[in-house]
């Protein structure tokens, strides 16, 4: 719970006109459309672009993470961080003191742990640069170059009692660290996921675990 309050409070790092720079997270909210599901709503959220700013600072004018929730999340949120609820700054209640953020997070814990049936919907889009001043490949593909994109809709398997969000980020681990002891990925050190990680290896594998990710071009 303390790292999905920390989405939700720290700034994000992403890169806007080809520079590196930080925003507020829970800003530029806009919808998001996918077949099968209702509108969803798409907003920044920290941490999501991990070492992907660094790596293609001045190569690309934007990259970004936004994090996909049902309507009403968003706003919510806003509500419960506007509210200090968030906050890591400690208050005194009687004789104990604790923070507005621990308080809620031990909320969240009691109120939302479930091991119902989830999804995970991920997008990732590249937007081919039309070099106009102020224009910005926001989700919703307003740019009229072309749009190259890979989605993946992902659901618990009842099978091995597995929730989508186990597999998306339990088997991704599992597969890079056997690229690691096999040789696939040599190098040592510092290992970025971008560079350093066979793409085409590193999606034959996730497809052999039941998780499917389309490639598309517009």
């Not at 806003?78 to 003191?97: D, I, T």
């Not at 350093?196 to 517009?218: M, N, S, T």
Request: one cysteine or more; charged letters at 25%.
């Amino acid at each position: 719970m303390e790292g999905l309050i920390n989405e939700y409070v720290e700034p994000a790092r992403i890169l806007r006109k080809g520079k590196l720079i930080t925003i507020d997270p829970l800003t530029e909210p806009e919808d998001f459309h996918i077949a099968g599901f209702s509108p969803l709503v798409a907003f920044h959220t920290s941490g999501g672009t991990s070492t992907l700013p660094e790596t293609f600072e001045e190569r690309v004018g934007e990259c970004f993470e936004k994090t996909l929730r049902y309507p009403g999340h968003y706003d919510l949120l806003c509500e419960l961080k506007e509210l200090g609820l968030f906050s890591s700054e400690k208050m005194k209640f009687g004789n104990a003191e604790i923070s507005p953020r621990a308080m809620m997070s031990k909320i969240f814990e009691g109120k939302f742990a479930s091991k119902g049936p989830d999804v995970c919907i991920m997008r990732l889009e590249a937007h081919e640069s039309v070099n106009r001043p102020g224009v910005r490949g926001l989700l919703g593909g307003r740019l009229k170059g072309r749009v190259a994109s890979f989605t993946m809709v992902d659901h618990y398997d009842p099978k091995t009692d597995m929730s989508a969000m186990m597999r998306t980020t339990a088997f991704p681990a599992s597969i890079v660290v056997q690229m690691l002891a096999s040789g696939a990925i040599s190098k040592r050190g510092g290992v970025l996921q971008e560079v350093d990680v066979p793409a085409d290896l590193f999606l034959d594998e996730v497809e052999k675990r039941g998780i499917k990710i389309e490639y598309a071009i517009q």
